[in-house]
């Protein structure tokens, strides 16, 4: 049986897609930008336990700046969840917490990282071009057609770094499970999994059958992030579906509980040192953030959950991001 082109493309192990999925010419960034914002000079930060608090902070205002820019130049987008997630962004792939290898993005032995709240995406293809997975220009082709950088994490379009498509909320979870269940029962591998969910989205059914499975199976390659935030798309989370104690909840489904202040390099440093010395459990690292932070006008404000800012508002939130 012969398969279609595009087909075969889909089946293939990988995904090799390297012009985008629905056609050989991918969006051109903006070169006047591109100098302005000095992504044709930019080198990639390095992964290491050695970055002090400092590097990282600098680190995690890189990926905010990158946020802004992204979404500027996209008109559209989610603005609060990525700013307040990037301190959490910034020590999972610069800290020394994953293993990976930007040259070569499905290295067997990388561990992976999967975003269950994918609309959160911006904060996660920052991380990914600030690490050095594709070229840092290619931001500014956020969500326009043909980009490898749509409004969702896509798996068939390509980008290094992107280990699942994402989106639909709580799906995300039961993913990064599946995953760290086949490496720890099936193929008895070192790798690890994470996954970062929104706290809106624990109010998804699948999220705890997810969860009761990474406990049954004693996963303790599997740690989850839950990016308490306290915001939702419509309003304060104890308002629209009450989640306290969310840590609690956590440790009755059998996880180990830990909870940090997700803006603070320091805490986020011992969060994910204490995961890793676990042994015979799942994980759960509840991050206490703001929605926004680092942006005055945003911070802590849920209207700002899925709206970009405008040019004029870019420009004062970079003003702020140094």
Same mark, same amino acid.
């Given at each position: 049986?012969?398969?279609?082109?595009?087909?075969?493309?889909?089946?293939?192990?990988?995904?090799?897609?390297?012009?985008?999925?629905?056609?050989?010419?991918?969006?051109?960034?903006?070169?006047?930008?591109?100098?302005?914002?000095?992504?044709?000079?930019?080198?990639?930060?390095?992964?290491?336990?050695?970055?002090?608090?400092?590097?990282?902070?600098?680190?995690?205002?890189?990926?905010?700046?990158?946020?802004? $820019?992204?979404?500027?130049?996209?008109?559209?987008?989610? /603005?609060? *969840?990525? =700013? &307040?997630?990037?301190?959490?962004? @910034?020590?999972?792939?610069?800290?020394?917490?994953?293993?990976?290898?930007?040259?070569?993005?499905?290295?067997?032995?990388?561990?992976?990282?999967?975003?269950?709240?994918?609309?959160?995406?911006?904060?996660?293809?920052?991380?990914?071009?600030?690490?050095?997975?594709?070229?840092?220009?290619?931001?500014?082709?956020?969500?326009?057609?043909?980009?490898?950088?749509?409004?969702?994490?896509? $798996?068939?379009?390509?980008?290094?770094?992107?280990?699942? /498509?994402? *989106?639909? =909320? &709580?799906?995300?979870?039961?993913? @990064?499970?599946?995953?760290?269940?086949?490496?720890?029962?099936?193929?008895?591998?070192?790798?690890?999994?994470?996954?970062?969910?929104?706290?809106?989205?624990?109010?998804?059914?699948?999220?705890?059958?997810?969860?009761?499975?990474?406990?049954?199976?004693?996963?303790?390659?599997?740690?989850?992030?839950?990016?308490?935030?306290?915001?939702?798309?419509?309003?304060?989370?104890?308002?629209?579906?009450?989640?306290?104690?969310?840590?609690?909840?956590?440790?009755?489904?059998?996880?180990?509980?830990?909870?940090?202040?997700?803006?603070?390099?320091?805490?986020?440093?011992?969060?994910?040192?204490?995961?890793?010395?676990?042994?015979?459990?799942?994980?759960?690292?509840?991050?206490?953030?703001?929605?926004?932070?680092?942006?005055?006008?945003?911070?802590?404000?849920?209207?700002?959950?899925?709206?970009?800012?405008?040019?004029?508002?870019?420009?004062?939130?970079?003003?702020?991001?140094?």
């Amino acid at each position: 049986m012969v398969l279609p082109s595009r087909m075969a493309r889909l089946t293939h192990q990988i995904y090799p897609l390297t012009t985008g999925f629905h056609g050989p010419a991918r969006p051109v960034p903006n070169p006047e930008l591109v100098s302005q914002y000095g992504y044709d000079r930019f080198t990639p930060f390095t992964n290491s336990a050695d970055h002090t608090d400092a590097e990282l902070h600098e680190i995690a205002q890189s990926i905010r700046r990158d946020i802004i $820019r992204e979404l500027v130049e996209a008109k559209s987008g989610h /603005s609060g *969840g990525p =700013l &307040g997630s990037a301190d959490i962004f @910034a020590m999972l792939y610069f800290g020394g917490v994953m293993r990976y290898d930007p040259a070569n993005p499905w290295w067997p032995e990388r561990d992976r990282f999967i975003l269950s709240a994918g609309h959160m995406c911006p904060v996660l293809y920052s991380t990914l071009a600030n690490a050095g997975f594709f070229p840092k220009e290619e931001l500014l082709t956020l969500r326009k057609f043909n980009s490898r950088l749509q409004g969702h994490p896509g $798996r068939d379009m390509g980008l290094p770094g992107i280990e699942s /498509s994402t *989106g639909s =909320l &709580g799906q995300g979870l039961g993913i @990064a499970v599946g995953m760290a269940l086949a490496d720890k029962r099936v193929e008895k591998n070192g790798r690890r999994v994470f996954a970062l969910t929104g706290d809106g989205e624990l109010s998804e059914g699948e999220i705890w059958e997810a969860a009761l499975i990474a406990a049954h199976w004693e996963l303790d390659n599997f740690t989850m992030i839950v990016d308490r935030n306290n915001c939702q798309i419509d309003g304060r989370t104890e308002d629209i579906m009450r989640l306290n104690p969310v840590g609690n909840k956590f440790r009755a489904f059998n996880f180990h509980v830990i909870e940090c202040n997700g803006n603070n390099i320091n805490e986020l440093r011992a969060a994910f040192k204490e995961a890793r010395s676990i042994t015979g459990k799942p994980k759960c690292i509840v991050a206490q953030t703001f929605m926004g932070r680092g942006v005055s006008f945003m911070e802590d404000d849920y209207r700002w959950h899925g709206k970009p800012p405008t040019a004029e508002q870019g420009v004062e939130a970079l003003a702020e991001l140094v």
